[in-house]
């Protein structure tokens, strides 16, 4: 989803919001397919696919469904973790070639985003995701598309990368709500993305084929996604995007890792939407001033990390002390579109990181 016009900022009374993608969730989505595919009459697909994914249940599933259907396939699987130009320009060729008339894109967000690049080189063709990360941004946001949201479509995740992408998208949900930009649409959405997440990423993570829960990340994860491309981010997702550039740590680790720190920092902003987080987190504030909801928001998310074997510190995950003002540079100079809710200087930045370290 693309960020919203300067110029819709421009009168505080009025706000905007905009979710252009259809969705299809639950138990046994896969099968629909079939029926999107028909929908739009298309009898040769692009299949974008994980490198991982080649050999897995819901690739041959949803192939042995497209056979049946008669519908023609291309596989294009040299995908990386970040997909250079070079990557959308080999599969946009190969779509070229097979003039094909729909985009099946399974994976994570490194795939979704090469099928969104390559359906807008081919002047928007049919675009199906079906994102195999509970955590996955792309698949939600951008060009009317269709995503399925399917839990056997992540069944398969290793369990750190189920930790990791959980955590990503709870970020994207806490983030959001706190963002000077939320709004009255946001907030239901991010509100119910944090407490399917933090109600179900434990027993996910533990068991990636407990349907249920990974179900409720999938959900939460995509009604975090519908939100932040209109709220924008926070210090979270600067910090932890300039520690990816820099080291080789996955982006929803590093987002755990300066979580706490960072969310420390907001809270003089508002705390009192950091009580209902801390309401969210499960922890139990009879008795106590809403004025303390920063100290047990910050006490869950804590723990949250902990449950989940993140590790506490910026140098258990590879980075190094001696390139922590870079990082405080990078973050500064990287745009958070004006949604975290305080003001954060360079100095700041250098602070949020030796404390992470």
């Known amino acids: 989803m693309s960020e919203a016009p300067a110029s819709m900022w421009r009168d505080a009374a009025v706000s905007w919001f905009e979710c252009p993608t259809k969705i299809l969730f639950g138990i046994g989505a896969h099968e629909r397919v079939a029926d ?19 050999n897995s249940a819901i690739h041959r ?6 056979t049946q259907i008669d519908v023609a396939t291309v596989v294009f699987s040299d995908i990386g973790s970040r997909p250079s130009d070079s990557t959308v320009q080999a599969a946009f060729e190969l779509s070229r070639k097979y003039d094909a008339e729909g985009i099946l894109a399974i994976g994570g967000d490194s795939t979704i985003e090469v099928g969104k690049a390559v359906d807008l080189l081919m002047s928007s063709l049919p675009l199906i995701s079906i994102p195999t990360t509970a955590g996955t941004r792309a698949a ?3 060009e009317p598309a269709i995503a399925i949201l399917d839990p056997l479509a992540v069944s398969s995740m290793p369990a750190h990368d189920a930790a990791y992408a959980g955590m990503d998208a709870f970020v994207h949900a806490f983030e959001s709500f706190l963002s000077n930009r939320a709004t009255v649409f946001s907030d ?35 009604l975090a996604a519908m ?27 590093a987002s755990a890792v300066c979580l706490p720190h960072a969310a420390a920092f907001n809270v003089p902003a508002n705390p009192e939407r950091y009580a209902r987080v801390a309401a969210i987190l499960g922890i139990d504030g009879s008795g106590r001033r809403e004025s303390q909801g920063g100290a047990q928001a910050i006490h ?41 809710p305080r003001e954060t200087s360079e100095q700041d930045f250098r602070t949020l990181f030796r404390a992470a370290f």
């Open 36 to 54: 999107l595919v028909r929908e739009h009459s298309t009898k040769r697909l692009l299949v974008l696919l994980d490198p991982a994914l080649v």
């Open 61 to 66: 599933i949803v192939a042995d469904i497209l």
């Open 188 to 222: 239901a959405m991010n509100l119910h993305a944090m407490t399917l997440i933090a109600g179900s990423i434990r027993a996910f993570v533990a068991d990636r084929s407990n349907v249920s829960a990974a179900l409720d990340m999938l959900c939460g994860s995509a």
């Open 140 to 142: 939600v946001t951008g």
């Open 227 to 253: 939100s932040f491309g209109v709220t924008g981010l926070g210090n979270v997702n600067r910090m932890a995007s300039s520690v990816g550039a820099l080291f080789p740590v996955p982006h929803g680790l």
């Open 300 to 340: 869950g998310l804590r723990a949250l990390c902990s449950d989940l074997g993140m590790p506490p510190r910026l140098r258990d995950v590879g980075v190094a002390q001696d390139r922590l003002d870079e990082l405080a540079r990078l973050s500064f100079a990287s745009d958070d579109s004006g949604g975290n």
